[in-house]
Structures are given as C-alpha cells and as structure tokens.
C-alpha cells in the first residue's frame, strides 16, 4: 500500500470518526447548559419525510422497576420474552406496534429511528434511571436521547400502549 493510499485511508477515517462523535454532541446540546447540577434530559426528534423538529422533556424511573413493568405488561398481552425492549401490547386500537433501527450509543447519547403506531421512546443511563419520553410519538421519527451528565447511555428503545 502506498504512502497516498495510507494518507487517504486514514484521512476517510479521521472524518468517520469526527462524524461521528462530533454529530451526538452537536445534534442537541445539554440541557440547562453546565451547571454542574443533574437536570432532566430532554429528546430531540425529527420526524422522517417532512424535517419537523422538536424537543421534549422525560420522566425517570429506575431501570429495575421499568423493566420489571415492561415485562408484566408484555406477558399480560401474550408478548414473546426475549433481548427486545420494543412491546406489544393491546391498546384501545387493538394492537400496538414499534420498531426501532440504527441504534447506537456516543457518550451520553442514544440514537435511534422508529416508526409505529404510538410509542414513547427512551434511553437506560448509567446513573440507574430510565428516562422516558412524556410525549407520545406516531409515525417515522430520529431520536437522540441523552442522559444527565456526567452519567452514559447504556441503550434504550421505545415502549407501545
């Protein structure tokens, strides 16, 4: 290989690279800036096709009890148990349906795009909480998803009725 094709194979990942610790922080940036103090995360969304954005505030709750509520509430509605955070359970539509994609992790940030019927996304942070979006979602949206500092995204997902 030589020096030019070296010089250009790390060039191209230096920019993959920057892309893609670069984009999370500055797709949203903390909220309440730097205070020092822990502040409730927000979620920043795109809707797919027609660019709306918007951004919304979570409620926490500890992972050990979402889980636990989440699993209840799939073996009620006959769900299959599994690795899957995205449920199914029967709604006053009938049944409900997610699918979340293109999920990964930067740091404090979760990423990932879903469409369905009407879900809530979020994000398992390592601080031991799980912050879930406090509006409901319907469609094809990008999420970015961020925990409180100085704390990291472990994963996340989005929940149906």
Do not use: N
């Amino acid at each position: 290989m030589g020096i030019r094709s070296r010089l250009g194979a790390a060039a191209v990942a230096s920019v993959f690279v920057l892309a893609l610790v670069g984009v999370a922080p500055a797709a949203q940036a903390a909220p309440g800036g730097d205070t020092g103090k822990e502040s409730t995360p927000t979620i920043s969304a795109t809707k797919s096709g027609t660019g709306e954005t918007t951004t919304v505030k979570t409620t926490r709750v500890p992972i050990d009890k979402a889980a636990s509520h989440a699993g209840k509430a799939s073996a009620a509605a006959g769900a299959k148990s599994g690795p899957s955070t995205h449920r199914a359970a029967e709604g006053p539509r009938g049944l409900q349906w997610v699918v979340c994609y293109d999920g990964f992790t930067v740091g404090p940030w979760f990423h990932e795009i879903c469409t369905g019927d009407i879900y809530w996304p979020y994000v398992d942070c390592t601080d031991g909480f799980r912050y879930i979006s406090t509006v409901a979602f319907g469609g094809t949206w990008e999420f970015w998803l961020g925990c409180p500092d100085p704390y990291l995204a472990i994963w996340g997902g989005a929940y149906t009725i």
